[in-house]
């Protein structure tokens, strides 16, 4: 057993025989493919409840919330697939799995310049004849008739955008679970300090590209044309995937491990064979009747835990660190589902708050300019750009020097407050709004189509698209970092796509919030994407939003005392989560033992 623990250390290290250009070059090459490729994601997310509610499509405004939210939660939930494959596969690994996600990629973003196109030929009167379907109403309705409720799968080209959709969200995810760690395989060699520094630079290319996005590109698309607006950021995503190709001659690889599914099912396999054994000896063993004989038996020798029975001196054949990895999963897998309710109210940004936006004031200054009604997200990014130096630079290290810190459990409780002060400040704005619409209004003209819109300006949603920014300095970031820490090593890469599939979930949940919720957004057919109307109450659905969000840090907290969460931070280095130094030596020993047994 050691001569064989000793090579397989020996055949983990690993040397980097690429020269000083290719390190650097491959450095550069995932920064710039990042950026690209979040480019083109958020000219997609940025403006797709807009693209759906113009001419000729007409989408009613629940419908196109409810598919944007079907677009993030694939993208987010495929990331937990494209991780196992990454992890499973041997013939694919990390660099395999990036390639086929951009296929997915392309494929699905074709439609979108394919589409703009056709409906600028019509003349945004007819659905695209790609679509292979016309809109069963006439449009012709009394301005006071409400339209009845319509299945999204039977609105205007519902079939071809459900596809292309789907396959831009399978590439998305995949693309995101394996380009940051592939990025870090590139500098992992280099030490711990060279790995923050790629992070760090990581991070704000992905905000650079969803800058760029979301103000280049969204103001072509409202201002100029969709067209353009598809057709430039569908070239970057090309250039992205041919850069990437040109760095397979400068990339590292790594080499896969042992799939983590594996030792999963083989942990699982053996503390119920295990846990049948002892059973069955029990049985064999004591006699009819010696029930006080049978309840100390029992009591000395069942195991904390249902999984423990795997354990060698437990009589199973599972190492012990092999054993307490699948423990620390299912302790990781309890927080990111608590952290579902922090995903609901976050996707807002991109769904709700632009459907409010399109109701709201655009032109500033006068008729001067327009601002895009998805801009309002740069916000966000702002926040992101500049707190978080603060924060790491400044604010941490000051803590630090006073003998304070901000724990992981305290971020994440605060980023989580941040998101449900959010809401309760967009249900104002929208109170106010539609205070304001039901006595004078004014209607707009984008990209076609007309909207009933308060005299209130767009600048007023600066305040809740800020706290969700800093919302994500806190939870976002605290998040990740409590993956990494808690995350044993031979399941990273499977628990940071599980985290990601846990904010894929809320998306998934905003679905089906805001069908729950339709009569609050039901449409004019008069004003297609309306919000005005006089029974419609969105500021209703913030607030209930705000009580969520509420609600699931009470929950968290409470899972976090359970699991023992504020131990993280402070335990000794190489420990696992809930682990003691006393246990984990007391454990090596009785390992041992078993082993010589």
């Known amino acids: 057993m050691i001569a064989n623990e000793r090579t397989a250390l020996i055949q983990r290290i690993e040397t980097d025989g690429r020269n000083k250009f290719k390190k650097h070059t491959s450095y550069v090459l995932i920064l710039v493919v990042q950026l690209l490729e979040r480019c083109a994601f958020y000219s997609i997310v940025g403006n797709f409840a ?27 939930l495929s990331s937990l697939i494209g991780g196992w494959m990454a992890d499973s596969c041997q013939f694919l690994g990390k660099y395999g799995t990036i390639l086929i996600s951009y296929l997915f990629y392309m494929a699905g973003f074709v439609f979108f310049p394919i589409l703009s196109a056709e409906m600028e030929k019509q003349d945004q009167a007819h659905v695209p004849d790609v679509c292979y379907f016309e809109p069963s109403w006439d449009g012709v309705v009394s301005s006071n008739q409400s339209l009845p409720f319509i299945p999204i799968g039977e609105e205007p080209c519902a079939s071809i955008l459900f596809v292309a959709i789907s396959l831009i969200g399978l590439g998305s995810g995949a693309f995101k679970a394996n380009i940051s760690p592939f990025g870090a395989d590139q500098v992992m060699l280099r030490g711990n300090e060279a790995l923050r520094v790629f992070f760090n630079w990581f991070y704000w290319s992905v905000n650079i590209g969803a800058f760029l996005a979301l103000s280049v590109f969204a103001y072509i698309q409202q201002n100029i044309s969709f067209y353009n607006g598809y057709l430039i950021p569908a070239i970057l995503l090309s250039v992205s995937f041919s850069l990437f190709g040109i760095g397979t001659i400068c990339f590292r690889y790594h080499r896969n491990e042992q799939s983590a599914m594996k030792g999963i099912v083989k942990v699982v396999n053996e503390a119920i064979r295990s ?16 029930n ?8 000395q020798n069942t195991p904390p835990s249902f999984l423990d029975w795997a354990k060698i001196r437990w009589n199973g054949s599972c190492r012990e660190d092999e054993v307490d990895d699948v423990k620390a999963l299912v302790k990781v897998v309890l927080v990111c589902l608590t952290l579902i309710p922090y995903w609901l109210v976050y996707f807002q940004m991109e769904t709700t708050f632009l459907m409010q936006a399109l109701h709201m004031k655009l032109d500033v200054f006068g008729a001067t300019f327009r601002v895009p009604a998805a801009s309002l997200t740069l916000f966000d990014n702002f926040v992101l750009i500049l707190l978080i130096p603060i924060l790491d630079r400044l604010v941490y290290p000051w803590l630090r020097g006073r003998g304070h810190s901000l724990s992981i459990v305290f971020r994440l409780c605060l980023g989580m407050t941040f998101s449900a002060v959010s809401m309760v400040v967009a249900g104002v704005v929208e109170s106010r709004r539609l205070s304001l619409v039901s006595g004078t209004n004014f209607t707009q003209n984008i990209s076609g189509t007309t909207y009933v819109a308060a005299d209130m300006t767009i600048l007023y949603q600066i305040p809740q698209y800020s706290l969700i920014g800093f919302s994500e300095a806190f939870a976002g970031v605290a998040g990740i970092e409590f993956v990494y820490i808690a995350a044993p090593r031979s399941m990273q890469g499977l628990l940071m796509g599980l985290y990601w599939c846990s904010s894929g979930i809320g998306s998934f949940l905003g679905t089906g919030l805001i069908y729950a919720f339709e009569g609050i957004v039901q449409t004019k057919l008069g004003h297609f994407g309306d919000v005005t109307c006089d029974n419609c109450h969105l500021d209703y659905y913030f607030y209930v939003l705000a009580v969520i969000q509420v609600i699931g840090i009470a929950i968290f907290l409470t899972v976090s005392r359970r699991l023992r969460l504020s131990e993280l931070e402070n335990r000794p280095k190489g420990l696992r989560l809930g682990e003691t130094r006393t246990t984990q030596n007391n454990e090596r020993k009785e390992a041992v033992v078993s082993r010589m047994e």
Request: glycine residues 6%; aromatic residues 14%; charged residues 15%.
């Open 275 to 290: 846990k049948k054994r002892a059973v069955g000896e029990r049985q064999s063993t004591v006699t009819f009747d010696s």
């Open 50 to 76: 807009l693209f759906l509610t113009i001419k000729p499509f007409n989408w009613t405004s629940y419908n196109a919330v409810g598919a944007s939210f079907l677009l993030l939660g694939i993208a987010y």
């Open 292 to 299: 006080v004989q049978t309840t100390s038996i029992e009591s």
